[in-house]
């Protein structure tokens, strides 16, 4: 997909790429420039979601281009349902996974991650009047979580991963909006992104129960096992972008953190 050092060659033009050979040696081509395929769960607003005009953005998503800019590399964002996102960075559909990700060590199994951008934890979410007051509360009832999340391995942790009463969503979103017209008796997922959802729906009837026995978690971009290249560059501009103040500002504007 991409190719990070650039031999010295000569460069033939053909259809737009350059084909670089020399000392005897032939590489594949390249484009005149980096790009960095980016891979997202456009639901998770407000980390990443789409506008009105269909355009996907978000606080991942304008940092995934802060960093492109800073290593000078065109970004491209691919929306993917957040349990393939690591299947296609592994088959090389995407080199990037820029979506709210927990560092986790089961995913490190499968993926490599940059620094830690961002912390967060689980929260609970009802019905305004249900009684439930913590996570174990929560045992036998309808609860509802997102595919492939920290939210569902609390869940399932409580539960057991075959419990029927474990309601699986492709997103949030959808599990909230279950949550409303009373198929559900509680979700369970990422505190910043209910807060949110809370926030911008008051008329909803929903509460948020914060329950200390919620970890913290650290969110990090994924990358394929051994792109130690892409992986350093990333936290080279994570680096600068903390001390230039520029995730802080991108805190401030999605998320009101100041």
Not at 17 to 32: A, H, R, Y
Not at 53 to 64: C, H, P, T, W
Not at 189 to 215: C, H, R
Not at 240 to 255: H, V
Request: net charge negative.
């Amino acid at each position: 997909m991409k190719k990070w050092k650039l031999l010295a060659c000569v460069a033939l033009v053909t259809f737009g790429l350059f084909s670089l050979t020399g000392c005897g040696k032939s590489t594949t081509p390249i484009t005149t420039s980096k790009k960095i395929v980016v891979g997202t769960e456009a639901s998770f607003r407000p980390f990443e979601w789409r506008n009105e005009q269909g355009d996907i953005i978000g606080f991942d998503i304008e940092l995934a281009k802060e960093i492109g800019a800073q290593i000078g590399a065109d970004v491209e964002i691919q929306n993917i349902p957040f349990d393939g996102l690591i299947a296609a960075l592994n088959n090389k559909n995407i080199d990037m996974v820029s979506s709210a990700m927990t560092i986790t060590e089961k995913r490190k199994e499968s993926v490599d991650f940059s620094k830690p951008y961002f912390e967060a934890t689980q929260a609970i979410v009802l019905k305004k009047g249900s009684s439930f007051k913590s996570l174990s509360d929560l045992k036998g009832k309808n609860v509802g979580i997102q595919n492939g999340t920290t939210g569902q391995d609390v869940v399932e942790t409580l539960m057991g991963n075959r419990d029927p009463h474990i309601k699986r969503f492709e997103s949030v979103l959808d599990a909230l909006n279950t949550l409303r017209i009373d198929g559900l008796d509680a979700v369970v997922a990422d505190k910043p992104v209910v807060q949110n959802y809370l926030l911008s729906n008051p008329e909803s009837q929903l509460v948020l129960l914060d329950d200390t026995s919620f970890v913290k978690e650290e969110y990090g971009f994924a990358f394929r096992k051994g792109d130690t290249e892409l992986q350093t560059q990333v936290n080279e501009a994570l680096d600068k972008l903390e001390k230039n103040g520029k995730i802080k500002e991108l805190a401030t504007k999605y998320l009101g953190e100041k």
